[in-house]
């Protein structure tokens, strides 16, 4: 795929959705975002002591006031098909915030060489 810039993948990916989408915080007055975090990267494959493809680890935070399992299964859905691959998923309450949170994990495999 040659190199991607990840952060705007996701956010064009998840643009139709039309919530805000953040990278590390949201400082907006909407009930319901999306924040991801770039929590990790590393070498997946090596040749000639060159790095060829790297791996790379997101958290995405769906925050809402009210009902959003619809609005995480389209997220969750968007990623996976451009090419995220979910790792893990869970749901809380955020009682200081007053607002529901579902915690999504993906990698995403990035071909650094293409020869």
Sequence with gaps: MG??????????????LNIPVA?????GKADTYIIFT????????TADDQEVITKYFFQLDVFSEGNFTDLVNETRARLENVGFKRMFES??????????????RFNFENNIRSD
């Excluded at 190199?3 to 139709?16: A, G, S, W, Y």
């Excluded at 915030?97 to 999504?104: A, F, T, V």
């Design 38 to 45: 770039e929590y990790n990267q590393a070498p997946k494959m």
């Design 3 to 16: 190199n991607v810039n990840l952060d705007k993948l996701i956010r064009d990916t998840l643009e139709p």
């Design 91 to 104: 749901e809380t309450y955020d009682e200081d915030m007053n607002m529901y949170r579902s915690i999504m």
């Design 23 to 27: 990278k590390l915080r949201y400082s």
